[in-house]
């Protein structure tokens, strides 16, 4: 069965701060991998996706997740955080078929201070 | 954002009590879904549709009902609320055609069941 495990539950970091958030899956089939943010009293928006291709993919505001098979990771980071980027994080895979379904991790909680 | 609009955003039910949640969409996405997120859990799947009068469960379905008359409306029925279905539900909505696998969500309902 496929599965998701987001590592840590809480990151605090400081303000311009790198920071990595991490997330393992478990998949026997081809892999589509997701990372969605929710910032307060919001639903959930796409950050970035891994399709195929570049093992390396980028969002539009400096957050970076890298897809590694062997190690069956998708880890995102960010170089230098602001306290706007505090919210919460899910990653997430796509279940088997083609019906679209998501399985998420449990959520990580980054909590930027200044 | 994606055209979704779930209703209500806050209910208080008794428990025993029918409850139902609405979720509607402007997109014309083929799949619409229902997850529940909880503390811990992230966001689990209810139940999706593929299609008018097209259903599936999803992994904690059990309690609900869901019901999709027309491509923008899914209606997810809590049949008599118990206090474990307290939770912030989620609707969202994608075409899974090729490469296009993101889902959008709506805002959440928050549910309290008392």
């Known amino acids: 069965a496929q599965s998701v495990t987001q590592l840590d539950s809480q990151v605090p970091v400081f303000e311009e701060a790198p920071v990595e958030l991490r997330c393992n899956y478990s998949?026997?089939?081809?892999?589509?991998l997701f990372w969605y943010v929710q910032y307060p009293n919001q639903g959930l928006q796409l950050l970035l996706k891994y399709l195929s291709g570049s093992t390396l993919v980028e969002s539009i505001n400096g957050f970076e997740a890298e897809f590694n098979k062997s190690q069956t990771s998708f880890h995102l980071r960010k170089p230098s955080v602001h306290i706007s980027d505090t919210a919460e994080y899910f990653c997430?895979?796509?279940?088997?078929?083609?019906?679209?379904?998501?399985?998420f991790g449990q959520g990580t909680t980054l909590q930027v201070k200044p | 954002d994606a055209g979704i609009t779930q209703s209500p955003r806050h209910k208080v039910t008794e428990t025993g009590t029918p409850v139902t949640l609405r979720c509607h969409q402007t997109e014309n996405h083929r799949y619409m879904y229902w997850y529940r997120q909880d503390p811990g859990h992230g966001l689990r799947l209810i139940h999706y549709s593929y299609g008018v009068k097209d259903t599936d469960k999803g992994e904690v379905s059990d309690g609900y009902s869901v019901s999709r008359s027309k491509t923008e409306d899914f209606l997810l029925t809590l049949e008599s609320a118990t206090s474990s279905q307290t939770s912030v539900y989620f609707c969202?909505?994608?075409?899974?055609?090729?490469?296009?696998?993101?889902?959008?969500f709506g805002q959440g309902t928050r549910l309290t069941v008392v």
């Open positions: 998949s026997s089939v081809s892999v589509y």
């Open positions: 997430a895979v796509k279940g088997s078929g083609n019906t679209g379904k998501l399985i």
């Open positions: 969202a909505i994608s075409d899974p055609t090729g490469w296009n696998t993101e889902a959008f």
